[in-house]
């Protein structure tokens, strides 16, 4: 028989944002720099985060993600995310558990629209040679850093970057899981080893991440299309049986 997560909703909702709609207008964001570093995490943590309408992982695991997009509607936004990689049925998706950018606008414009539970901070992303590397700085101090090392190219399809959901209130209506799926059309591809030198889930908010071991790493140029979203789930029902279509204008 299948886990489930054991997440309890009503208190997770209290710190989720509330968004009045979901049909924001598409974001074109050519040009995009993507890293993703992946972490085994513990085991029962993970399963106390995760909703009752999805799966854990087998192994669980995070990925640890930081962006730099050199435009967009908001101008030039770095935005990182932390997020626990879930099931939704039998498909893999990244549940975000906290997301931060240096860009209000763009801050308030991805809560308002997708429902990202997002945070201002200084985020830096920087490519070399040798090594990509994200961090997050909240009042001056470095909560997240992590790294892609002794990267070797990749073709951009064998990326596993998976949807985001997000869980979120919506004004008027009973709160949903919203599925977030950007497309990407990849530019080029690295895999390599994964370093994740500083993890700070108290000033970053997160609870229940404790990584563990490292998996992959991977990185990316690519444009980017993050469209409105078209499905939402019920965050208290299976996914099979509590995902629905959006209609949207």
């Known amino acids: 028989m299948p886990f489930f997560g054991t997440l309890d909703v009503a208190t997770a909702l209290s710190n989720a944002p509330t968004v009045a709609h979901l049909n924001p ?28 309408s999805c799966h854990p992982s087998i192994p669980p695991y995070a990925t640890f993600s930081v962006m730099q997009f050199p435009s967009g509607p908001h101008g030039l936004f770095n935005l990182a995310m932390v997020r626990l990689i879930v099931r939704a049925g039998i498909r893999p998706r ?18 308002d629209g997708w429902g990202y539970h997002i945070q201002l901070a200084e985020v830096t992303f920087a490519s ?77 908010g997160i609870s229940g991440v404790e990584p563990v071991y490292g998996i992959v790493a ?21 996914a099979i049986q509590g995902t629905r279509r959006l209609l949207t204008s």
């Not at 074109?28 to 009752?52: F, H, K, M, N, W």
């Not at 059309?185 to 390599?192: E, H």
């Not at 991977?218 to 299976?238: G, I, K, N, Q, Y």
Request: aromatic content about 6%; cysteine-free; glycine content about 6%.
């Open 218 to 238: 991977v990185s990316a140029r690519a444009d980017m299309e993050l469209a409105a979203p078209r499905f939402v789930m019920d965050p208290a029902v299976p």
């Open 128 to 204: 070399r040679y040798e090594l990509v590397r994200g961090t997050v700085s909240i009042d001056g101090t470095v909560a997240l850093d992590v790294s892609l090392d002794d990267p070797e190219p990749v073709v951009g399809s064998d990326l596993e970057l998976f949807d985001n959901l997000h869980l979120t209130n919506v004004a008027g209506n009973d709160p949903v899981i919203v599925q977030v799926d950007p497309t990407y059309q990849y530019t080029s591809a690295d895999r390599g080893q994964p370093e994740l030198t500083v993890f700070d889930a108290d000033a970053l």
């Open 94 to 111: 990244g549940l975000l558990l906290g997301s931060y950018t240096n860009n209000e606008a763009a801050a308030a414009a991805l809560a």
């Open 25 to 52: 207008a598409t974001w074109e964001l050519p040009g995009a720099r993507i890293l993703q570093v992946s972490y085994e995490v513990d085991e029962a943590q993970a399963l106390a985060i995760t909703p009752p």
